[in-house]
């Protein structure tokens, strides 16, 4: 995002899915005109013009340029604040650090205020550049929740295609390495959860809201973006689930495997145990060890070792115990 400009854009829509450039100088409280008005929530310029020129409240003004905020709408009057989030599509940051988006919406006014790129504004400003951007406020909301709502989708689908590519890793060969990304892979879920779940309940308000700005119509596409998230947060369920339910198999097969190298070093210490003792025995420097003198005494120690082991193999295989 340019940080030399505090308004990125601003259009006068035209009401049929277009419109012009405006002077944002010229834009005041109460313009009939359809104004949208997109400020870079970074540049120190974007607090003065939404106090001075918009006469919005400290409250509001704070809430639409804070750096942390989660989705909601909140209604005042006539007038609404809505916060929304969508996928970071720049460079660097992870999918699940999710972009805000806050709005401003009064009956002929849209202000949006972004402290990152969002491609979502980016989509609504191509579209009106094309002829086929919002014809009313309420249309330009649903327009913005279905974009950033197509920005998730295939978001979610990635965790869901690297979960199933986990659990084929893991019935493969399940390893240690592969508890840190099915940590990752829940705390994505997690993330995305996280927002998801307030942005919906934001989405439901709207359709029952008394605005006049919301037509019926546009609570119709509210409706419509509501149930894709509510698809998307089950889907998050599920991939945190399965995170889960893959985790605890993974723990199993690594403690099974543990378990099984402890048995054979097991059974090796017992093998070797009378045999040690027996060549700790021979080996003490005393006087009357057996065959200490005779010439045939290391091959009647060989073989009374292969005896021994014989003889515990033997009982060991008996005792099933290999």
């Known amino acids: ?60 003004a704070k809430s639409l340029l804070a750096e942390e905020t989660r989705p909601r709408l909140e209604e005042i009057g006539q007038n609404a604040l809505i916060i929304l989030r969508g996928i970071n599509f720049n460079p660097g940051p992870t999918p699940e650090d999710l972009v805000s988006i806050r709005l401003w919406i009064s009956q002929n006014l849209i202000v949006s205020v972004g402290r990152r790129k969002s491609r979502a504004i980016a989509d609504i400003d191509d579209r009106i550049r094309q002829n086929r951007g919002p014809k009313r406020v309420g249309e330009f909301i649903a327009m913005l929740c279905s974009s950033l709502n197509d920005g998730i989708e295939p978001a979610i689908l990635e965790l869901e295609v690297n979960i199933d590519k986990l659990e084929e890793i893991s019935l493969e060969n399940p390893d240690a390495y592969l508890r840190n990304d099915i940590a990752t892979m829940r705390k994505q879920a997690t993330l995305f959860r996280r ?34 998230i509510l698809r998307f947060l089950e889907d998050l369920d599920a991939i945190r689930e399965r995170s889960q339910i893959l985790q605890d198999e993974l723990y199993s097969a690594l403690s099974s495997k543990l378990n099984k190298n402890l048995y054979v070093l097991s059974v090796i210490t017992a093998i070797f145990m009378p045999l040690s003792f027996l060549s700790g025995l021979l080996g003490m420097n005393v006087e009357g060890i057996p065959g200490a003198k005779s010439p045939f005494a290391f091959a009647v120690v060989c073989g009374i070792t292969v005896l021994i082991v014989t003889a515990q193999l033997a009982l060991f295989k008996r005792l099933k115990w290999i």
């Open 1 to 60: 995002m340019e940080e030399t400009k505090s308004c990125l854009f601003c259009y006068a829509l035209d009401g049929q899915g277009s419109g012009r450039a405006a002077d944002l100088s010229s834009v005041a409280p109460g313009d009939t005109r359809l104004i949208w008005i997109h400020l870079n929530g970074r540049h120190p310029d974007a607090k003065k013009f939404l106090r001075d020129q918009l006469h919005l409240d400290p409250l509001i």
């Open 195 to 228: 927002h998801m779940s307030p942005q919906r309940d934001a989405i439901n308000r709207m359709q029952i809201s008394q605005q006049g700005w919301l037509l019926a119509a546009d609570k119709w596409f509210m409706q419509d973006n509501s149930d894709r």
